[in-house]
Each structure stands twice: as C-alpha cells, then as structure tokens.
C-alpha cells in the first residue's frame, strides 16, 4: 500500500491519500469498535478505489494495551452508555476532522462516507443521523443505534435522504441479532430507510458482508 501518511488532526489517524490528484477525491472515514485502534479498519482500504482517500480515526478513551474506544459500555445493558457525553465529544472531534481533511486533502465534501464496525458502527450513525448534510452515505457493520438522549437532534425532514447500510450478524455473541433489528425499527421510525441486511457470521464483517457493502458504496459514488 503506498501514500500512507497522517496529519494534525484532533483525533490520531492513519491516511491512503487519493493518486489523483487534480481532482478532489471521494473519501471513507473508518471507525473502529471498542478495544481496537486505527489500524484494524484501515486494512480495508485496498478494497477502495486507489482514487478515493482513506481516513482512520482512533477513539482516545484507553481500554487495553493498544485498544481504544468511543465510549465506556455497559456491558450488561448494551443499548446503554454510562457516559453519553462522552459520545457527542467524540462526533465533535470526529467532525472536525472531516473538516480539516476537506480542506488539507482536497476532499470532494459531497462524497464522503462513515464506515464503522461495532461501537464506531453505533458512533457512524449517531454522526449521521445528527449531520447528515455532511455524509453521502453511512455504513454500520455489527452495530446498534442508541436513540435516548439525541432524538431532539434529529430533523426527520432531513435524515429522510440519508444512505444507510446497516448489517448484523444472527450469530453475534456480543450485539445480539434482536438488537440489529430494533435498531432498524428506530431508524426507520426517525425517518430514515436503511438498507439492512443480516448474515449467518458473528461479531465480524464477513466476505459476503464485505463484497454487499463495497458494492452498496459503488452505487452511490455514481449518485
């Protein structure tokens, strides 16, 4: 993989800048899940078009040797968060990055993506559902919406034209397949119609997820 750089941002990253360079690019935001760091979704990025820019965030809350999250969890209630606010720190920061990367990467701003697995599928969403002006399109891969505390940040007139991918696995042993599906139901009561899909895999973005999303993405950049 060449390019690979990173820049002064608020959060620590990992960049795949875009090979052409005369045009602005269509760029991928990656968010990792709980306990992971940058590198884990940033060994997507071959899968994208070498003219797209890749970005990865890290989460700053330390959570083991090398992990990181978004937010602390509740594991025995995981449509709970024990610190809410620690979320909307993180959408803050996660959007000034995207704005500082318009501008620094030449970032073509109405093409660019969240991609996030787990808890940054949960924050993807969250940054979605609250801004989605600034998204062409959102993907959620093993995770869930928690709908209390935001609802009021909503404007249904607006998310009505939100691109959304969510998938969920029926075997995940820690997001439970019935969670995947009220989240769908929450999603499409705020307005939004999400493409959803479910596979027979566990916490993890399985081949067949993989190849559904790249191709989902595909059909939007030509939007």
């Not at 390019?3 to 269509?26: C, D, G």
């Not at 969890?73 to 620690?86: G, T, V, W, Y």
């Amino acid at each position: 993989m060449t390019n690979i750089t990173n820049i002064p941002l608020p959060l620590k990253n990992m960049i795949r800048s875009s090979n052409i360079h005369a045009t602005k690019s269509q760029a991928v935001f990656f968010l990792h899940g709980f306990g992971s760091n940058m590198h884990d979704l940033f060994s997507l990025s071959p899968y994208f078009p070498s003219d797209w820019t890749c970005i990865s965030l890290e989460g700053t809350i330390p959570i083991s040797v090398g992990g990181w999250a978004w937010a602390e969890i509740d594991f025995s209630n995981m449509m709970a968060l024990p610190k809410p606010e620690q979320l909307s720190e993180h959408r803050t920061k996660i959007l000034h990055c995207i704005e500082i990367c318009t501008e620094e990467l030449g970032l073509e701003p109405k093409r660019i993506y969240l991609v996030g697995f787990s808890q940054g599928a949960s924050i993807s969403m969250f940054c979605g559902l609250t801004h989605p002006e600034l998204f062409h399109g959102i993907v959620s891969l093993c995770g869930v919406i928690r709908p209390n505390g935001f609802s009021k940040e909503i404007n249904k007139d607006k998310v009505r034209d939100l691109n959304l991918f969510m998938a969920n696995g029926t075997e995940d042993e820690l997001i439970p397949i019935e969670l995947g599906r009220r989240s769908k139901t929450y999603l499409e009561s705020a307005g939004v119609k999400p493409v959803y899909r479910e596979y027979p895999a566990g916490h993890t973005i399985s081949t067949e997820c993989l190849q559904e999303m790249l191709q989902w993405l595909d059909g939007l950049s030509d939007k």
